[in-house]
């Protein structure tokens, strides 16, 4: 008999770890001759936590929203008297959800247990990578993203395949390793801990592209970081580290481009306009441990900082795990106003602290009372701060303006869509408006019709 608890990202959110754990405590305290095993989601994230109980002829049997509260019950009723607890059990209608269900893709989740490498050869597990690596050349391998439809997993949604396969002639491979928002120092750890993971990522993205030269651009607050990878790096010709100035916007990908090559992406254009390919140095370290292990991305690091934050502090943490998970973790000092999802600056605040993190979530602010207090707005007196300090260049006071007017015309000619809402208007602004909001309602509102 084998007790299976589903710990996909949405079954820990739901609270499957806690479900695993009082499964182990029960099962130990009957002494059952039981193995509690996870697995991945099923397809029915509404039902988790889900618990299936495979008896010793290879029946399964499925209880679903199973708390901790419940693991008594179906232990007694089903491990130890061998009786299915129906009342926990799924029922008719959503088993015929499944059912109707052809998978492909993922035709073994919720089957093995994707953190065991022998399960997954035993499917057939990395047969397509070494069939990329072994027998298929980079022209055909690009194609095969193309017919796939595979985008960036980032906000933009960009189709990998024609960022790998750029029309223009790409000379750089630049990797964004300046971690320019506040408190985040998670890339940092990521430099310091993975190294090798980084420099081996970059040496296949080199080597199935043709780029000749990557660019590791890191700001200069991070001695030990331009250290070790010019350490690591040293005896490669193919490979720079740029230390850059430790200004607040340096990580925005346009401005990056600028600091690290000097040159311009032209209005409207991508980065390979400017014969560069950008990837953020997590992410290619992420390429490296995949291709060292096939371990895809389970769990990441996150910085958890902030006022309110009891013991600042990096963190890993399974992908999924709910916000409050981690505070409870850290601990909270004083009273708790704001939580920020990623850096201080740019980050939304979260509504509800049972959301899980994801594969993108990169830090927690937590900020007191007191700093998450929304300041007064006041009318603007003209001192140009906000022109000042926008990394952009932009005119954030005329394009407030423009705004208000809701004149599109010259909210194109003042280059608006150039602003990626780092904050730096807000900041500085004695009358601190919401320049922010404002141009996202830009975006939002006006550019879309």
């Known amino acids: 008999m084998k007790v299976v608890v589903g710990q996909g990202s949405c079954g820990i959110a739901t609270g499957a770890k806690k479900t ?22 099923v397809g029915t994230c509404y039902l988790e936590p889900i618990v ?12 679903v929203k199973v708390q901790p509260d419940k693991v008594a019950e179906i232990v007694e009723s089903h491990l130890v008297n061998h009786k299915v607890c129906q009342e926990y059990a799924i029922t008719p209608e959503d088993e015929q959800f499944l059912d109707k269900q052809q998978r492909v893709v993922l035709r073994n989740c919720g089957k093995i247990n994707p953190e065991n ?46 960022k790998l396969q750029p029309k223009q002639t790409v000379d750089t491979l630049l990797i964004n390793a ?16 993975c190294s090798d993971d980084i420099i081996r990522g970059i040496k296949a993205v080199l080597q199935y592209t043709g780029i000749p030269k990557c ?18 790096t040293k005896d490669d010709s193919a ?32 980065p390979a306009d400017a014969g560069a390919i950008v990837m953020n140095v997590t992410s290619v370290s992420t390429l490296g441990k995949y291709l060292a292990t096939g371990m895809p991305v389970v769990q990441r690091t996150i910085t958890v900082d902030g006022d309110a934050c ?3 502090q990096n963190v890993v943490v399974p992908v999924g795990t709910a916000y409050q998970d981690i505070l409870d973790y850290v601990g909270v000092k004083g009273e708790l106003g704001k939580v920020v999802a990623g850096g201080a600056m740019m980050g939304p605040a979260v509504e509800n602290l049972s959301y899980p993190t994801t594969k993108t979530t990169s830090g927690l602010i937590m900020l007191s ?15 140009g701060r906000c022109v000042e300090y926008c990394p952009m260049g932009l005119e954030p006071v005329e394009v407030n303006q423009a705004y208000a007017a809701r004149d599109v015309q010259e909210l194109g000619k003042l280059h608006a869509d150039y602003c990626f809402n780092c904050g730096s208007c807000s900041f500085v602004c004695p009358a601190i408006p919401d320049f922010v909001y404002k141009t996202m309602f830009v975006f939002h509102s006006l550019f879309s019709r």
């Open 20 to 41: 695993a754990a009082e499964l182990e405590k029960q099962i130990a305290a009957k002494g059952l001759d039981v193995k509690v095993d996870i697995t991945g989601c």
């Open 52 to 63: 299936d109980v495979y008896d010793d002829n290879g029946e399964m049997t499925r209880y």
């Open 117 to 162: 490498i022998d399960e997954y050869l035993a499917v057939d597990g990395y047969k397509a990578i070494e069939k990329v690596l072994k027998t298929m050349k980079p022209e055909e391998v690009i194609e095969e993203i193309k017919i796939s439809g595979l985008r960036g997993r980032g906000g933009a949604g960009f189709p990998t395949d024609v």
């Open 178 to 193: 300046s971690e320019c928002e506040v408190w985040l120092t998670s890339d940092t750890q990521e430099m310091l801990e």
């Open 215 to 232: 660019i590791i651009g890191i700001e200069n607050n991070k001695p030990e970081c331009i250290d070790l990878l010019c350490k690591k």
């Open 239 to 270: 490979i720079e580290v740029k230390p850059l100035p430790s200004v607040y916007g340096t990580g925005a990908e346009l401005i990056l481009i600028e600091k690290c090559l000097g040159r311009e992406v032209p209005h409207g254009g991508l």
């Open 310 to 312: 009891a013991k600042p």
């Open 369 to 383: 009372a007191a700093a998450a207090e929304p300041p007064q707005v006041n009318p603007c007196i003209r001192c």
